[in-house]
């Protein structure tokens, strides 16, 4: 009984049990109370003969009256007693679920800021590798040897940054003509001038600048879930160089996320009922540590217009969440961390 709800429970509980029977005691009392009345109304009638029944029936109403006093006593000490207790129980539970919903609240927020710095890293990523001498080089240099030359840089950077899934170098048509991992990724030469995030790249107005795009899974790298960040490849690797195409970055979002959503710090016991998500801007499902829904539900999160916070759902859940809050020069894409716990 070492569950505070479940002391509340049964508080609630006993108090139920005494109002009961302390109402079935009045009952009673009020029944022997009209037999007492009734015998000395008889008694009466008969006269003499009924004289020694009067002395019982006066002796059963003065019974019957000391009864009424301790039921009226019981009724107010213990009953006034156990509706203190449990509003006071409950005030408890309520405070404890205060706590609870602040905790999971800065549990939510420690998901998404985790993520906000690592994507951070990624922003900082495309944009140093594109004034790469390599992957300059390769778009002045449209021979294949410069081409190749920059497919081994690149390979050389994904040993390193395994979080990637691969990185391709665009030229100005939107033809891929360099990718570090070639050898399992023949893109070579697909043309990809319609994705959003090569448009977006090529529009930058300048090295300064990037694109980040929302989670979403890229046919060419086998349907692997991917947050993908791209910027324009410029002329010498200046900022503000002529626009020669783009580096396009694919972080392998999948198993990252999955490590943030499973890393939460919670107990054998709560994890039993509770479920961490990671939302986009839509509240589309793109993180979620019961691998379900993962970008195809909607999460019908109700942030009332804040930032942060938490509250009961229609099926008793308690949701906590709390939106990015962009760290450094990354603003975040209005992405939630969420956690949802169903109640013990």
């Avoid at 009067?54 to 009953?79: F, M, P």
């Avoid at 040993?159 to 170098?169: I, K, N, P």
């Avoid at 360099?178 to 319609?194: E, F, I, K």
């Avoid at 990671?278 to 019961?290: C, E, G, H, K, Y």
Wanted: a neutral charge; charged letters at 25%; hydrophobic letters at 40%.
């Amino acid at each position: 009984m070492s569950n505070p709800q479940a002391i509340v429970d049964l508080t609630h509980e006993v108090k139920r049990l005494a109002s009961g029977k302390i109402s079935d005691i009045n009952d009673i009392n009020r029944e022997t109370t009209f037999l007492a009345l009734n015998a000395l109304i008889e008694a009466a009638r008969a006269g003499d003969a009924g004289k020694g029944f009067a002395v019982v029936a006066k002796q059963v109403k003065h019974v019957s009256t000391r009864i009424s006093d301790i039921t009226a006593g019981l009724n107010k000490e213990l009953a006034g007693s156990l509706a203190t207790l449990t509003e006071l129980g409950d005030s408890m539970i309520e405070r404890m679920r205060s706590l609870d919903g602040q905790r999971y609240t800065d549990l939510a927020l420690n998901m998404i800021d985790i993520i906000d710095r690592n994507l951070y890293e990624r922003s900082c990523d495309v944009r140093w590798w594109a004034t790469d001498s390599a992957l300059v080089g390769c778009l002045a240099d449209e021979r294949a040897a410069a081409r190749d030359h920059a497919c081994s840089r690149l390979k050389v950077i994904l040993d390193s940054y395994t979080v990637y899934r691969d990185l391709w170098v665009v030229d100005a048509n939107g033809v891929v003509v360099a990718n570090g991992r070639h050898s399992t990724y023949a893109v070579r030469g697909q043309n990809v001038a319609g994705a959003e995030w090569y448009k977006a790249a090529m529009k930058t107005a300048s090295g300064a600048q990037y694109v980040a795009s929302d989670v979403e899974t890229v046919a060419p790298l086998d349907n692997a879930q991917v947050a993908t960040y791209s910027t324009a490849i410029r002329e010498g690797g200046a900022p503000d160089g002529r626009v020669l195409g783009a580096l396009i970055i694919f972080f392998d979002w999948a198993p990252q996320a999955e490590t943030v959503v499973k890393g939460v710090r919670l107990s054998n016991e709560e994890w039993a009922r509770s479920r961490c998500l990671i939302l986009d801007s839509s509240f589309r499902v793109i993180a979620a540590s019961d691998g379900k829904g993962i970008l195809n539900e909607r999460f019908r999160l109700q942030t009332g217009g804040k930032e942060s916070g938490f509250y009961r759902d229609a099926g008793g859940a308690v949701v906590s969440f709390a939106a990015t809050p962009g760290y450094e020069t990354y603003r975040g894409l209005g992405w939630y961390g969420v956690i949802c716990q169903m109640p013990a």
